[in-house]
């Protein structure tokens, strides 16, 4: 299996690119060829003639598409096919007319675009039905889930709903919330992630679901499988539908952990190929034995971690890029657990989302913690969430990274 930093050399995405365009427009031509040819052989020389053009407009259209990345979610296929479709056959047309003879002006721009609904109407739906079907499946035989892993970098958030204040506490004592505040910090972490080169995707606001800010919970991405999480506080159970939707649309494999499994996206740290399970308040043994069954097969191994003095495991113990675990020695049940072990000074300072392999964002509210992970080497952004920290939030639990 393949790393997300797979490299894949640029003559083998050009092939790819090559070879899925090829199959499109060739399918394109024989639907029509088919369509049209009513029986008589001498037909087949006509609509060649008529449909060269097109043919090779597509063809050249599709392979450009591949090479930025048509073929990385299924609305850019959509799109793509549209576009090649209906440019293809325009100028396509648009030559054959004026290989007759006839000019671009008046009423053959008229007669042109007519034709969109008369005889280029099947070459347009063969374009978009193959881009989408046959030339997705071509380029990611031969290319596809590479060029992806080596370029995506996606950041999955859902904006505070107006009863956050409401949000589940089982550790903390509940203090009021600032909700204006959260919002303009909500604003300021998302900012901070499309500044560091992540494409922002948005769950739509849960309206009576205070929790559902912290759309980390709802699902964890293991390369192209999302799996969705079973929320263990029954008030949570209305936030799993949309965040879902989203990651289909995205076009990854969805596989779901079912009742009486419960598991929390926030309970899972993956370092490598280890991924460590928090047992404990939100996180039920039959949820890590679905996980451990669901990811083994990709390669994953999964190792249960008791969590008895925070929320999640992701709560007392994050990793950075190198795959060195860190934590607050107060909120950690057994450090030995981890293998490389670094304690952090602060509650805050266990949470690290890692940006890039240098690159990792901090709470302000952990300044020694940064101190400490910055003399490792790293860059170190951070962002103020005090109002989700009131929450028992932090900056891992905020959105759902797709890489």
């Given at each position: 299996?393949?790393?997300?930093?797979?490299?894949?050399?640029?003559?083998?995405?050009?092939?790819?690119?090559?070879?899925?365009a090829?199959?499109?427009?060739?399918?394109?031509l024989a639907?029509?060829?088919?369509?049209?040819?009513?029986?008589?052989?001498?037909?087949?020389?006509?609509?060649?003639?008529?449909?060269?053009?097109?043919?090779l407009?597509?063809?050249?259209?599709?392979?450009?598409?591949?090479?930025?990345?048509?073929?990385?979610?299924?609305y850019?296929?959509?799109?793509?096919?549209?576009?090649?479709?209906?440019?293809?056959a325009?100028v396509?047309?648009a030559?054959?007319l004026?290989?007759?003879?006839?000019?671009?002006?008046?009423?053959?721009?008229?007669?042109?675009?007519?034709?969109?609904?008369?005889?280029?109407?099947?070459?347009?739906?063969?374009?978009?039905?193959?881009?989408?079907?046959?030339?997705n499946?071509?380029?990611?035989?031969?290319?596809?889930?590479?060029?992806?892993?080596?370029?995506?970098?996606?950041?999955?958030?859902?904006?505070?709903?107006?009863?956050?204040?409401?949000?589940?506490?089982?550790?903390?004592?509940?203090?009021?919330?600032?909700?204006?505040?959260?919002?303009?910090?909500?604003?300021?972490?998302?900012a901070?992630?499309?500044?560091?080169g992540?494409?922002?995707?948005?769950?739509?606001?849960?309206?009576?679901?205070?929790?559902?800010?912290?759309?980390?919970?709802?699902?964890?991405?293991?390369?192209?499988?999302?799996?969705?999480?079973?929320?263990?506080?029954?008030?949570?159970?209305?936030?799993?539908?949309?965040?879902?939707?989203?990651?289909?649309?995205?076009?990854?494999?969805?596989?779901?952990?079912?009742?009486?499994?419960?598991?929390?996206?926030?309970?899972v740290?993956?370092?490598?190929?280890?991924?460590?399970?928090?047992?404990?308040?939100?996180?039920?043994?039959e949820?890590?034995?679905q996980?451990?069954?669901?990811?083994t097969p990709?390669?994953?191994?999964?190792?249960?971690?008791?969590?008895?003095?925070?929320l999640?495991?992701?709560?007392?113990?994050?990793?950075?890029?190198?795959?060195?675990?860190?934590?607050?020695?107060p909120?950690?049940?057994?450090?030995?657990?981890f293998?490389?072990?670094?304690?952090?000074?602060?509650?805050?300072?266990?949470a690290?989302?890692?940006?890039?392999?240098?690159?990792?964002?901090?709470s302000?509210?952990?300044?020694?913690?940064?101190?400490?992970?910055a003399?490792l080497?790293?860059?170190?952004?951070?962002?103020?969430?005090?109002?989700?920290?009131?929450?028992?939030?932090?900056?891992?639990?905020?959105?759902?990274?797709v890489?």
């Amino acid at each position: 299996m393949t790393s997300s930093n797979a490299h894949v050399p640029l003559l083998r995405r050009f092939t790819s690119a090559v070879v899925s365009a090829l199959s499109v427009s060739l399918i394109a031509l024989a639907a029509v060829s088919l369509l049209f040819f009513g029986g008589n052989p001498a037909t087949l020389g006509q609509l060649f003639d008529f449909f060269v053009g097109s043919t090779l407009v597509v063809f050249v259209l599709l392979a450009a598409f591949a090479l930025v990345g048509i073929y990385r979610y299924w609305y850019l296929r959509l799109i793509g096919g549209i576009v090649a479709g209906v440019a293809g056959a325009l100028v396509g047309s648009a030559v054959t007319l004026v290989s007759g003879g006839s000019t671009l002006a008046g009423g053959a721009v008229g007669q042109l675009v007519s034709t969109l609904g008369g005889p280029n109407l099947p070459f347009v739906l063969a374009t978009i039905i193959g881009t989408v079907t046959a030339g997705n499946a071509v380029w990611r035989r031969l290319v596809g889930s590479e060029a992806d892993a080596s370029t995506r970098r996606i950041a999955i958030v859902r904006a505070p709903a107006d009863t956050l204040a409401d949000g589940e506490l089982t550790h903390l004592e509940r203090v009021p919330v600032d909700l204006e505040l959260a919002n303009a910090q909500w604003d300021e972490y998302v900012a901070l992630l499309s500044n560091a080169g992540w494409d922002i995707v948005e769950v739509p606001v849960a309206t009576g679901q205070p929790d559902s800010v912290f759309v980390e919970d709802t699902m964890v991405v293991f390369g192209d499988t999302a799996v969705i999480g079973s929320p263990g506080a029954d008030s949570r159970a209305g936030e799993i539908a949309e965040a879902e939707r989203i990651v289909t649309e995205l076009g990854l494999t969805i596989r779901r952990i079912e009742m009486p499994g419960t598991l929390d996206g926030g309970d899972v740290l993956k370092v490598g190929r280890t991924v460590y399970v928090g047992r404990g308040g939100r996180t039920n043994a039959e949820g890590i034995r679905q996980l451990r069954a669901l990811v083994t097969p990709l390669g994953y191994t999964v190792v249960a971690v008791p969590v008895t003095k925070a929320l999640h495991l992701k709560s007392a113990v994050t990793a950075l890029p190198d795959g060195t675990v860190i934590g607050y020695a107060p909120l950690v049940d057994d450090p030995s657990v981890f293998g490389r072990y670094l304690a952090v000074p602060e509650a805050e300072g266990v949470a690290v989302v890692v940006l890039a392999d240098d690159t990792v964002l901090m709470s302000s509210a952990a300044p020694e913690s940064s101190a400490l992970i910055a003399d490792l080497g790293y860059r170190v952004l951070t962002a103020d969430i005090s109002e989700f920290e009131k929450l028992e939030g932090c900056v891992t639990c905020l959105s759902v990274r797709v890489r």
